[in-house]
Nanobody, 124 residues
Framework: QVQLVESGGGVVQAGGSLRLSCAASGRTFSSYAMGWFRQAPGKEREFVAGVTRGGGSTYYADSVKGRFTISRDNAKNTVYLQMNSLKPEDMAVYYC?????????????????WGQGTQVTVSS
């Protein structure tokens, strides 16, 4: 069992930055690929970024490439999402998710564990 707790959300002006963190419980964090997803009101949950279990490879949705950076620290059982140049369309609840294995899929049902989410609000 893995428990995930996100933090770092908040209100930011367009063009600003936020850093999300996701702390995981358990001793097997490095066995899991990790993903960040987001869900805006009335929309489906969508893939934002993913990182392999060792942190060597990262993947991004086209909408965030060049602006967001995912990273992980397996010694701290934590995955991060650095979000720069935020836009109003980035506003959503952001979730981290864990899937046992090497590569992070971009399909939400493939993930085994989810955090409770953290709200990101971008004002224009």
């Amino acid at each position: 069992q893995v428990q995930l707790v996100e933090s770092g959300g908040g209100v930011v002006q367009a063009g600003g930055s936020l850093r999300l963190s996701c702390a995981a419980s358990g001793r097997t964090f490095s066995s899991y690929a990790m993903g960040w997803f987001r869900q805006a009101p009335g929309k489906e949950r969508e893939f934002v970024a993913g990182v392999t279990r060792g942190g060597g490879s990262t993947y991004y949705a086209d909408s965030v490439k060049g602006r967001f950076t995912i990273s992980r620290d397996n010694a701290k059982n934590t995955v991060y999402l650095q979000m720069n140049s935020l836009k109003p369309e980035d506003m959503a609840v952001y979730y981290c998710a864990a899937k046992r294995g090497f590569r992070p899929p971009d399909d939400p049902p493939e993930y085994e564990f989810w955090g409770q989410g953290t709200q990101v609000t971008v004002s224009s």
